[in-house]
């Protein structure tokens, strides 16, 4: 039988169980490597995202800090509130625009330390 380009295919060839054994074998190991791949893809993003939530926590501590420094005295509890709620989304987009480096090491941190 002849291929394309001129190349020749013999269409007697034998696979033996030792080669169909062998591709099986491999399936299998590329399957559990996919699997273990995965596995550590959801590990590195869960721990990404803990650490992207602390840094959060940090920098919304930071931020009420830096406020309660310049408090003004005569301040109304809604103002206060406001004030909270828009820390919190200031920290937010803060850490969503970049890591300020604790993301980094505290990431490493739970990766390290995962059994």
Request: glycine residues 2%; charged residues 30%; hydrophobic residues 35%.
């Given at each position: 039988m002849k291929v394309p380009n001129g190349?020749?295919?013999d269409a007697n060839f034998t696979v033996s169980n030792n080669d169909i054994n062998q591709l099986q074998s491999l399936a299998k190991n590329l399957k559990t490597?996919?699997?273990?791949?995965?596995?550590?893809?959801?590990?590195?993003?869960?721990a990404d995202e803990a650490a992207k939530q602390f840094e959060t926590l940090f920098m919304d501590m930071m931020i009420k800090n830096m406020r309660e420094?310049?408090?003004?005295?005569?301040?109304?509890?809604?103002?206060?509130i406001y004030?909270?709620?828009?820390?919190k989304e200031y920290?937010?987009?803060?850490?969503?625009?970049?890591?300020?480096?604790?993301?980094?090491?505290?990431?490493?941190?739970?990766?390290?330390?995962q059994s």
């Amino acid at each position: 039988m002849k291929v394309p380009n001129g190349a020749s295919f013999d269409a007697n060839f034998t696979v033996s169980n030792n080669d169909i054994n062998q591709l099986q074998s491999l399936a299998k190991n590329l399957k559990t490597q996919d699997k273990t791949n995965l596995s550590h893809t959801n590990k590195y993003k869960e721990a990404d995202e803990a650490a992207k939530q602390f840094e959060t926590l940090f920098m919304d501590m930071m931020i009420k800090n830096m406020r309660e420094t310049a408090k003004p005295e005569d301040e109304s509890n809604a103002q206060g509130i406001y004030k909270d709620m828009l820390d919190k989304e200031y920290s937010k987009s803060m850490t969503d625009a970049q890591s300020f480096g604790i993301r980094d090491m505290v990431r490493q941190w739970i990766l390290e330390n995962q059994s």
